[in-house]
């Protein structure tokens, strides 16, 4: 497929105001495209480089190149020369990957220049893809849409799926399941304001400790043992620890889902940060690397000696996990058979209040009949959190004042919308530690697409956990409401842009 296809695709995608139409125009482009090209097609249309970072700088990027006159360049062609900017290293590499862009922008029209130089910069990211890209392959190969779906969170990605779907066909889709020691996408919930909505919606349901920790994926094969984090990252070489305990249980074959903490003396979680430490976030904390061990706490099962448990119910799925790993390592947890009981009602409200008296986030309310749908957030998990929290993706900084001269502060905010993009719900620069303002100025500066007098404008990659007071309607921001007294919690550098909470999230919390 030439690259001229994919830029014109895009432009007409982000013109298209309806959804039918979005994926109307996805699934005709999917039906031209060979096979082989479909995971590098998938991933440009979603804004993403397959090689994540080419080690180009925003000012050898924005450097005008006369435009070729027509046409020529192929996908594959395009996806091999960023492959090669991105494997330049070692003394002259920054003149090697200039000659390389200058190699492949010369080679583009305007129109594909415009296109590759959104790409690399990061401004095109459109998260909502991801969504219509299922619909698009269906749509294309002929597919049903929750067969096409169930394989894009068994496999990971759409990328992943697309070759094998437009070469095999819809029969193709049988060959992805769950696989011992490759990761699916995590099941996730919903949030309820408070326990007794949540009791209300689950119905007879488990009430679990909501753990503060990082979110991971345990495969066991034998005397095989790999951990994966909801971003789907191998962080095996990091967490010995995990290794050895999941390696000791009486089990050949298993997938276990949990969160990795770290505790005090006292047994209460340590800062999210000590941990993130340790799963090697950028985030790092003196020694953390070395002096803090882990603990994981598993809560869900979903493989075992050859039985694949994502389509059996809950409770079966926990009373697998009892029976396998030790109940210090398993998550605590109340069952409320009927939730319509006055009495299970009070030992609900006191299992959550006595969760966050022992440091915790809240609780998560999990119907007892509910498969584990991977990838999905379903109604069927749902959090209850006492603080208000959601998770926003950086659009900017501003530079700081006084003692904070020279570092980026205030935060510009944005919250996922249906297209993909980002509306502002406003700025913060509270809650910040001279630590975190460090990290953060660092950190954005090599995210930045500008620099202006004011601060930088940046790729909406990262996500930040942000608590607030309240919601209300303000016609300052696009997406007509703001934040009350927002200030950050941490970055959440586990999560994707994709993950960050929507707007429509947001407007129903508006009063």
């Known amino acids: 497929m030439r690259l001229a296809d994919i830029a014109r695709a895009s432009l007409d995608i982000g013109a298209a105001s309806a959804r ?147 070469a095999g066909g819809p029969d193709a889709l049988a060959g992805f399941r769950l696989v011992v020691g490759r990761p699916v996408l995590p099941m996730l919930a919903h949030t309820a304001k408070d326990v007794d909505e949540a009791l209300d919606k689950a119905g007879a349901c488990g009430l679990e400790e909501k753990l503060d920790g990082i979110r991971v994926q345990v495969h066991r094969d034998g005397d095989e043992v790999r951990v994966f984090t909801r971003t789907l990252a191998d962080i095996t070489d990091r967490v010995p620890e995990v290794v050895a305990l999941v390696g000791s249980l009486p089990v050949r074959q298993a997938v276990l ?53 994502l389509d059996v119910p809950a409770a079966e799925r926990r009373a697998r996990l009892d029976r396998l790993v030790p109940e210090e390592r398993r998550v605590r947890r109340l069952v409320v058979a009927d939730p319509a009981d006055p009495a299970a009602r009070e030992a609900a409200r006191a299992f959550a209040a006595d969760a966050l008296e022992r440091g915790h986030e809240g609780v998560v309310v999990k119907s007892l009949d509910a498969f584990y749908s991977a990838g999905r957030r379903g109604t069927s998990w749902l959090k209850v959190k006492p603080v208000h929290t959601l998770d926003l993706v950086v659009l900017g900084a501003e530079w700081g004042h006084g003692r904070r001269t020279g570092t980026l502060s205030n935060l510009h905010l944005g919250a996922r919308a249906a297209d993909g993009s980002f509306a502002m719900l406003g700025k913060t620069f509270k809650g910040l530690t001279d630590a975190l303002l460090a990290w953060q100025t660092e950190r954005l500066r090599e995210l930045a697409v500008s620099e202006e007098p004011w601060g930088v404008t940046v790729r909406p990659e990262l996500v930040v956990e942000i608590a607030f007071d309240g919601v209300q309607r303000s016609t300052r921001y696009p997406a007509g409401a703001t934040l009350r007294f927002a200030r950050v919690v941490r970055y959440r550098e586990d999560k994707t842009a994709a993950e960050a909470d929507t707007v429509e999230t947001v407007a129903g919390l508006l009063p």
């Open 257 to 309: 889902d949990g969160e990795l903490l770290a505790f005090d003396e006292r047994g209460r979680p340590r800062p999210f940060q000590e941990t993130s430490g340790r799963t090697g976030s950028t985030l790092d904390v003196a020694g953390a690397r070395t002096t803090v061990p882990l603990s994981p706490v598993f809560f869900d099962l979903l493989y075992a000696d050859g039985e694949d448990l």
């Open 20 to 166: 039918t139409e979005k994926i109307a125009l996805l699934a005709g482009l999917l039906r031209a495209t060979e096979p082989a090209d479909a995971p590098v097609v998938i991933s440009y249309l979603a804004g993403r480089l397959p090689q994540r970072r080419i080690g180009v700088g925003w000012n050898t990027l924005k450097e005008p190149r006369p435009p070729a006159d027509a046409p020529r360049l192929g996908v594959r062609e395009v996806d091999g020369l960023l492959t090669r900017i991105a494997a330049v290293s070692g003394k002259g590499a920054q003149g090697e990957r200039k000659r390389l862009l200058d190699e492949l922008m010369g080679a583009a029209t305007a129109e594909e220049q415009l296109f590759l130089f959104r790409l690399i910069s990061g401004e095109l990211r459109q998260g909502a893809l991801d969504a219509m890209a299922v619909e698009g392959l269906a749509a294309a190969s002929g597919a049903a849409v929750a067969d096409v779906r169930q394989a894009v969170m068994l496999s990971g990605s759409p990328a992943a799926v697309a070759e094998v779907l437009l």
